[in-house]
């Protein structure tokens, strides 16, 4: 069993920050990319940002420069900082890893179950 835990959503005015966070644990073996999607009312999810095990990250161009996204190998522990932020980026955000749960098995991908942003004008 694996489960992902997001916290750090909220409210904020336009302008504002915010940090999520997101915990992978239970039955892993060995964790890969580690990443932050976000879906907004009447809109497909979309990435926001992954980053790889090895530290090379990825960013949607609209969030490019304005939020980063780092990671703790040791936690196991994904986070992504939000400055800037504007009204667009109110959406539900979740967290997804891509692991191992054992050495005997090929990698899945698992979601946490979202947490909401919200930016006010």
């Known amino acids: 069993q694996v489960q992902l835990v997001e916290s750090g959503g909220g409210l904020v005015q336009a302008g504002g920050s915010l940090r999520l966070s997101c915990t992978a644990s239970?039955?892993?073996?060995?964790?890969?990319?580690m990443g932050w999607y976000r879906q907004a009312p009447g809109k497909q999810r979309e990435l926001v940002a992954t980053?790889?095990?090895?530290?090379?990250?990825n960013y949607a161009g609209s969030v490019k420069g304005r939020f980063t996204i780092s990671r703790d190998n040791a936690k196991n522990t994904v986070a992504l900082q939000m400055n800037s932020l504007k009204p667009e980026d109110t959406a539900v955000y979740y967290c997804?890893?891509?692991?191992?749960?054992?050495?005997?098995?090929?990698?899945?991908?698992?979601w946490g179950p979202g947490t909401q942003v919200t930016v006010s004008s």
């Open positions: 980053i790889t095990g090895s530290g090379t990250t």
């Open positions: 239970g039955s892993i073996f060995i964790i890969g990319a």
């Open positions: 997804n890893t891509n692991l191992r749960r054992t050495a005997f098995r090929g990698w899945d991908d698992y």
